[in-house]
């Protein structure tokens, strides 16, 4: 379990710049489809081209702001060695089924290319998650093993008796 302790840190810390650099990604990609509707006047449904140029800037934004948030969370959780909240916690693994969707969605889409990098990040996300012991928990150096419940045994489970069969 030491080499895990090892790499949490620079993992969550590569998940972090992976994260930022997505968002910048997706803001950049929506300011551009902004742009080409805007210019190629596209509508659809009877939706002024301005409305759908503006909603697709500010969709773009908003997700954007949505992968910087959890970014902070995965960096702050690196800077202090600890693992995230529970609210935390649950903006990251939001983030990790988004990113999971995106990659089935990137396949068709895309190609393979853009799956394996959605798959990279859906990776460093959840081993950023993994790696850190869930909030509450003792490790092993604190007298409790991983996974074991109250008293030392295994999911609280009480100790078998000696003479029982």
């Known amino acids: 379990m030491g080499g895990v302790n ?47 140029s503006t909603g697709a800037l500010v ?21 202090r060695d600890r ?9 990251l693994i939001s983030c990790a089924v988004v990113q999971g969707v995106l990659g089935a969605l990137s396949v068709g889409l895309v190609g393979w290319g853009a799956f394996l ?10 081993l950023t998650l993994m790696a850190y012991d869930a909030p509450g928990r003792g490790t092993e150096g604190e007298g409790a093993a991983a996974g074991d419940g109250p008293g030392g045994t295994p999911n609280g489970a009480p100790p078998a008796a000696a003479g029982s069969a």
Do not use: T
């Not at 949505?66 to 800077?79: E, H, K, Q, S, T």
């Open 59 to 79: 969709a773009g934004v908003l997700f954007g702001l949505y992968l910087l948030f959890c970014a902070l969370i995965v960096l702050r959780g690196a800077l």
């Open 6 to 52: 090892a790499a949490r840190r620079p993992v969550a810390l590569v998940a972090a710049v992976v994260l930022v650099l997505e968002a910048v990604g997706i803001v950049l990609l929506n300011w551009i489809l902004s742009i080409a509707v805007d210019e190629q006047q596209m509508s659809m449904a009877g939706l002024q081209p301005g409305a759908m």
């Open 117 to 126: 990098a959605m798959m990279v990040v859906l990776g460093l996300i959840v």
């Open 83 to 91: 693992a995230p909240g529970g609210f935390a916690r649950i903006v």
